[in-house]
T-cell receptor, first 115, second 111 residues
């Protein structure tokens, strides 16, 4: 089974621009979560989607948004980029949103650098 | 109070020793507990999950859970240099199933 696929792997953007990151979950997985990872803050939860609905949201400003498509693929968008948005963005999928025991499986991440 | 807390580390152990990694959590309703390993520049990789009080063993790894004390730990026996990585504790909440991570403990195994 193919793992979680994130594109692109690396991005360099300028302050004020916007960016869209893409994630394809493991086949059959319907839940997709997004995390931001920085050296100082660790893994911070952004949001989780299940069956095209946002079920959970972290404490990030409205500049961070996401969506999920009917094939479970997900995108996240960051508008009006700030220098502090430079981070590794990780997407993870799990098999069953309804089960507390379903672990997350991570993609390789997108490294975003804002200059 | 932070939701999931881990030893700040770094933790350094000699090759062949037992490495002990600890984690506490604040949500008493938490149902699932996971340990992830993350090598530098890579994404987190699931190594253990535990749901019930007690010990769970998988090869050289043993996860221990004590829900009354809100404590979960990971023991790595016969530590190898290849075990050198950051170990992340993750806890899934009881109500919304959000997975919350600790900041991780950097483990270095010295040959």
């Amino acid at each position: 089974k193919a793992g979680v696929t994130q594109t692109p792997r690396y991005l360099i953007k300028t302050r004020g621009q916007q960016v869209t990151l893409s994630c394809s979950p493991i086949s059959g997985h319907r839940s997709v979560s997004w995390y931001q990872q920085t050296p100082g803050q660790g893994l911070q939860f952004l949001f989780e989607y299940f069956s095209e609905t946002q079920r959970n949201k972290g404490n990030f400003p409205g500049r961070f948004s996401g969506r999920q498509f009917s094939n479970s693929r997900s995108e996240m968008n960051v508008s009006t980029l700030e220098l502090g948005d430079s981070a590794l963005y990780l997407c993870a999928s799990s098999s069953d949103r309804g089960s507390a025991h379903s672990p997350l499986h991570f993609g390789n991440g997108t490294r975003l650098t804002v200059t | 109070q932070k939701e999931v807390e881990q030893n700040s580390g770094p933790l350094s152990v000699p090759e062949g020793a037992i490495a002990s990694l600890n984690c506490t959590y604040s949500d008493r309703g938490s149902q699932s507990f996971f340990w992830y390993r993350q090598y530098s520049g890579k994404s987190p990789e699931l190594i253990m999950s535990i749901y019930s009080n007690g010990d769970k063993e998988d090869g050289r790894f043993t996860a221990q859970l004590n829900k009354a004390s809100q404590y979960v730990s990971l023991l790595i026996r016969d530590s190898q240099p290849s075990d050198s990585a950051t170990y992340l504790c993750a806890v899934k909440g009881g109500s919304n199933y959000k997975l919350t991570f600790g900041k991780g403990t950097l483990l270095t195994v010295n040959p």
